[in-house]
């Protein structure tokens, strides 16, 4: 059972990881003067200079200790404090049975982004979540507001946890942001059922992470509580299985980077392109914003972007000029289709983030052919064949490398793909290879999208995309 208080001291917090997000929330509940034990199931020369500097700080951290219902109560038996929030990191299962069992016990838990938003009030969120797109839209969101002149700093999902960003605000002269623009996972929304962003924004949803959630519709209905919570709703409607469902929205603001006629019956767009503008409905007629081209990443999906962050741009009281001038000094974002550099005449692009079969097809749909295409890593649960025929159409040669490269090969295979297939170890054989099948083939573009998890060889996508980069930078 949860221990009981019979003081005044505060609960202790238990922070469940100590990776990213789970530091971040020790250290902002530390800050607020709230006694914090962090638990680590493993062990290694980083988590040990990790957990020295909590320490420091007069936070208790545990290594080697395995997730049980014991250790997560053992910091407050015996102690005149209750047990305070438990506090789990993306990378543990919603379901874990020692997290239901807590929360059966009448334990709080809670995802690593809720102290963030408790701390945060009352700044706005701008939440993004979707299959694929989020963190495009969530640079490109943070991007135009900060050009536009207001403090709207990203975090999340992203590579920052927000309860970072938001004890750093705290403890500075600046203090809270105008808007928290926060990219938020799956893994994220099912533990945080407090966040309510002031605009929700859902970019696509294709079948992802099913080895954690199980079905599409379980995932689809936990990617769909952030935009119910959200005062105001950014859909795409370019994505069929969102514009399937439209009819169950009471209220959503939709875009669509073609013509409106072309959306389907019912759905009103608030946002589309026509004549190679952007266009507004206003309230007596429409309202010409700015030219379709002012973003210039490619493919239709990058449209698709801009306008899901140009309609957050627009709650946010940012006017059209602001906005496309914004859009044209915008860098690109990492891992996103980044063009690193053109070598004897063949572009390379780092496209790591594309970790499921949808998103590298989308990148493949963006570039011009003919193509050499890296592919690999931690294979998850999909549906290949589209992602397959699109190899066939784009790329003369495939770069197979790490876990699932046998498995993938077998896919080509039987996807009957006509170009070229090797298999290598990892990117530091298979980038010179990609760069000798360019040459031999005469194709334009190297392209990583390696339509899987990184997590057989790296830490995450950014630590593939970085290794990615510095091979082809020493070409």
Request: proline share 6%; hydrophobic share 45%.
């Amino acid at each position: 059972m949860v221990p009981t208080s019979s003081g005044d001291q505060a609960p202790t917090a238990v922070v469940i990881g100590l990776g990213r997000s789970g530091v971040g929330a020790a250290r902002l509940l530390h800050a607020q003067g709230q006694p914090v034990y962090v638990l680590e199931s493993q062990r290694s020369d980083a988590l040990e200079a990790r957990a020295a500097a909590l320490q420091a700080e007069g936070i208790a951290v545990e290594l080697g200790c395995p997730l049980s219902s014991e250790t997560v109560l053992a910091p407050a038996q015996g102690k005149s404090s209750q047990l305070g929030p438990v506090i789990v990191s993306p990378g543990i299962r919603w379901d874990h049975p020692v997290l239901t069992s807590l929360r059966q016990e009448g334990v709080p838990v809670c995802g690593e982004l809720v102290p963030a938003w408790k701390a945060s009030r009352p700044a706005p969120w701008i939440g993004i979540t979707g299959t694929n797109g989020k963190t495009t839209v969530t640079h490109l969101v943070s991007h135009l507001l900060c050009s536009g002149g207001l403090d709207a700093p990203m975090a999340g999902n992203v590579g920052r946890s927000a309860a970072e960003l938001v004890l750093e605000r705290l403890q500075s002269s600046s203090g809270l942001p105008a808007w928290l623009v926060v990219e938020v996972s799956s893994y994220q929304i099912e533990s945080c059922p407090d966040i309510a962003p002031r605009i929700g924004i859902w970019t696509t949803l294709t079948p992802d992470h099913l080895e954690r959630h199980g079905t599409l519709a379980n995932y689809r209905a936990i990617k769909r509580q952030l935009l119910e919570r959200s005062a105001v709703r950014v859909l795409n409607g370019d994505d069929p299985d969102l514009r399937a469902r439209a009819a169950s929205w009471d209220q959503a603001l939709w875009v669509t980077a073609g013509p409106r006629e072309e959306l389907a019956e019912g759905v009103w767009p608030h946002l589309w392109i026509e004549g190679g503008r952007v266009w507004l409905a206003g309230p007596s007629g429409a309202i010409d914003l700015m030219a379709a081209d002012a973003l210039a990443m490619p493919g239709a999906h990058n449209r698709q972007n801009m306008l899901l962050a140009v309609a957050a741009g627009l709650e946010a009281g940012l006017n059209a000029s602001t906005m496309e001038e914004a859009l044209r000094r915008f860098p690109g974002v990492p891992h996103r289709l980044e063009r690193i550099r053109e070598h004897a005449g063949v572009r390379y692009f780092n496209d790591s983030k594309a970790t499921n079969y949808d998103a590298a097809e989308v990148a493949l749909q963006a570039l011009e052919g003919p193509l050499v295409v890296l592919a690999g890593g931690q294979a998850k649960i999909g549906k290949a064949q589209s992602w397959v025929a699109a190899l066939g159409r784009k790329a003369r040669a495939v770069v197979l490398y790490g876990e699932s490269r046998h498995a993938f090969a077998d896919l080509l295979r039987e996807g009957h793909y006509p170009g070229e297939v090797s298999c290598c170890v990892g990117l530091a054989e298979a980038v010179p290879l990609a760069e000798r099948w360019a040459r031999t083939l005469d194709c334009r573009g190297v392209l990583l999208s390696p339509a899987c998890a990184s997590f057989d060889q790296y830490r995450d996508f950014e630590e593939r995309g970085d290794h990615f980069r510095s091979l082809v930078q020493a070409l």
